[in-house]
């Protein structure tokens, strides 16, 4: 048999045969390349330490903050002070934002605002969902307000309602607020800070199927923003939480119960409401209208 046939038949034989792969890097070369990798291992773990050291050893500005939220919240101001700064001047430049940068921790420093307690994380797709569904609200309720203006027959019958939520943070409760006085046809009149209950005038409360539409759309609210911003697994209270009930010397109360209902002259307590909320008495002892509650 010829020497093609035999290759043919072992190719395992042929492979086995062939001359070893010679290294071409040379000794020299192996042994800067591992003293260069020794050396981003000894920079990098030297680097780690020095920012462990000066974070235990430098502390931040008491209007910065005490926590990494807190900072996180005074840098997001300060770039969109920043940005605020360079649109009005038009002009992007290195001039410009140092200014606004410099103005923007004058402002934080001498003129500070009320601290805000961060105390949860943003989902960013319940963000989403709950934008959108403002904008179809928006979208449907400037529709019914439009037709009401317009078609024949008795006006609506407003009233304020009351309801209580169960949002925790004061600036997740702004910006349910917010949400609900966007939406055609609602608008919030009051909100009691203590007790978490929110006074809201709805436009049209002629009928019971209204009044529990506006329970929903309360209920909905609510529960999206406690999913996007105040979960119970990720909250957490924040060192500002209270703050200003401390300042003005203000009780602790319990915001999940209401201790201390409203009472009807005589003793009586007044007729509950589905949701938990309660009618609201007028000037002078007289029955709310039909919707109120």
Do not use: C
Request: avoid cysteine.
């Amino acid at each position: 048999m010829s020497a093609p046939d035999r290759s043919e038949q072992h190719p395992l034989e042929s492979r086995k045969r062939r001359a070893p792969v010679v290294s071409t890097k040379g000794p020299v070369l192996s042994v800067v390349i591992n003293v260069w990798r020794v050396s981003l291992l000894f920079v990098f773990w030297h680097f780690v330490g020095g920012l462990v050291w000066l974070r235990s050893r430098i502390r931040l500005p008491k209007w910065l903050g005490s926590d990494g939220r807190e900072v996180a919240v005074r840098l997001w101001t300060i770039a969109w002070l920043t940005f605020v700064w360079v649109l009005l001047w038009g002009t992007v430049s290195w001039a410009n934002v140092l200014g606004g940068v410099l103005l923007a921790t004058l402002v934080l420093t001498v003129l500070p605002l009320p601290r805000v307690p961060v105390e949860g994380r943003i989902h960013p797709l319940t963000v989403v969902r709950l934008i959108g569904r403002l904008i179809v609200d928006f979208f449907r309720s400037s529709v019914q307000m439009a037709w009401m203006a317009i078609r024949p027959g008795r006006p609506p019958l407003g009233a304020v309602v009351r309801v209580r939520v169960a949002i925790k943070s004061d600036m997740v409760l702004t910006l349910a607020v917010d949400y609900l006085n966007l939406v055609p046809g609602t608008m919030v009149l009051e909100i009691d800070h203590r007790r978490r209950m929110l006074y809201v005038h709805v436009f049209d409360v002629r009928s019971e199927k209204q009044v529990r539409a506006f329970y929903d759309q309360v209920a909905y609210v609510e529960r999206m923003f406690i999913q996007a911003f105040e979960r119970d697994s990720e909250w957490h209270p924040s060192p500002f939480h209270g703050i200003d009930e401390e300042f003005h010397h203000v009780r602790d109360v319990d915001r999940s119960v209401d201790t201390e209902p409203e009472r009807r002259p005589g003793g009586t307590e007044p007729e509950r409401r589905p949701g938990g909320t309660e009618p609201e008495r007028r000037p002078g002892g007289t029955e709310p209208e039909r919707g109120d509650a």
